[in-house]
């Protein structure tokens, strides 16, 4: 009986460094993935691509994920977090007191930095890849959240101001995709782009201004 347990207590940090290898296979694969749907997009995209990215043999992507949807699934949901991460951060910043003029930088930065952060992952992920009904929902929640929160923002200081930040957001949003997302705008700096973008989104927000 001794010598039984001697043995399982000494199993013990291997099976604990084999979990932190899956781990560390896990997050190969996940990053694979993702650069692989960035560079070539989701029809080059297969198991046999990502294994090999990813410097693993074919099995182990198999024994973490039953298919290159499941791994889409990952990065989609990561791809989410820290879009609400982001809101989190940008509902402080807009409830600090801040006027209507910061309250669109605040919303324009906040677009511009949400695109140009790895847009080519951003486009595949927006235009090719298959989005399920719950994953829709969560960005359709994750946008609700967002006009929300300017709404609540701009209401000290515009009138009809459910309108005016569901008008502003969307623009935002539009704006910094087709720029950094699609590549169709001009070839400008993120900086001249949300001055740009700002200066014209001011414009109409001050015109509901509250006296």
């Known amino acids: 009986m001794p010598e039984k347990r001697a043995k399982k ?6 099976r604990r460094a084999l979990q932190s290898r ?5 997050d190969a694969i996940v990053k694979a993935t993702a650069r692989i749907l960035a560079e070539r997009g989701w029809t080059a995209l297969n198991t046999n691509a990502i294994a090999a990215r990813a410097g693993v043999s074919i099995g182990s992507v198999y024994e973490y994920f039953p298919n290159k949807q499941s791994i889409l699934n990952v990065i989609i949901d990561r791809h989410l977090a820290a879009g609400e991460a982001k809101l989190a951060e940008a509902t402080s910043i807009l409830s600090s007191g801040k006027d209507a003029d910061d309250i669109v930088e605040a ?7 949400l695109h ?3 847009p080519r992952l951003h486009r595949a992920l927006s235009t090719e890849v298959p989005i399920s009904p719950a994953q829709r929902r969560r960005i359709e929640a994750l946008r609700s ?4 929160a300017v709404t609540s923002a701009l209401s ?3 009138d009809g101001a459910e309108l005016k930040a569901t008008l502003l957001v969307e623009t935002a949003d539009a704006l910094a995709h087709r720029w950094f997302v699609d590549k169709v705008g001009l070839p400008v700096s993120a900086s001249t782009m949300a001055g740009e973008t700002s200066t014209m989104l001011k414009s109409y927000v001050s015109a509901g201004r509250s006296d």
């Open 145 to 148: 959240k967002i006009v929300i």
């Open 156 to 158: 000290e200081y515009v």
């Open 107 to 113: 919303v324009v930065s906040g677009f511009i930095q």
């Open 9 to 14: 207590s000494a199993k013990r940090p291997v």
């Open 116 to 118: 140009q952060d790895d």
């Open 22 to 26: 899956s781990r560390a296979t896990v």
